[in-house]
């Protein structure tokens, strides 16, 4: 994706390679993205980039909620605190 491609460029030499600065970088450009610069961005996917985003969106939402709803947490006989193996 063009996007991401200029964007890594204008940031290579600034990244330490952990997975935060992705996120501070993503999150910075879309604070100042309007709804019209998020819908041009959307458009110029193509249908399989589309399809992939909304894939990792949908999934990330839903492991939220399995976060959220407590899905996954075990007790150990031992201890009455809960445990995450996950």
Not at 17 to 35: H, Q, R, T
Not at 38 to 52: A, D, G, N, P, T
Request: no cysteine; net charge negative; proline share 0%.
């Amino acid at each position: 994706m063009e996007f991401i491609d200029n964007l890594y460029e204008l940031y290579k030499n600034k990244l330490t390679g952990d997975e935060e600065d992705a996120l501070v970088v993503i999150e910075g450009i879309l604070e100042s993205f309007s709804n019209k610069d998020i819908e041009k961005l959307f458009s110029e996917l193509s249908e399989k980039e589309r399809y992939e985003m909304m894939a990792l969106f949908l999934y990330e939402q839903f492991r939220l909620k399995l976060a959220q709803e407590g899905v996954g947490q075990t007790r150990t006989r031992n201890d009455e605190k809960l445990k995450y193996y996950h």
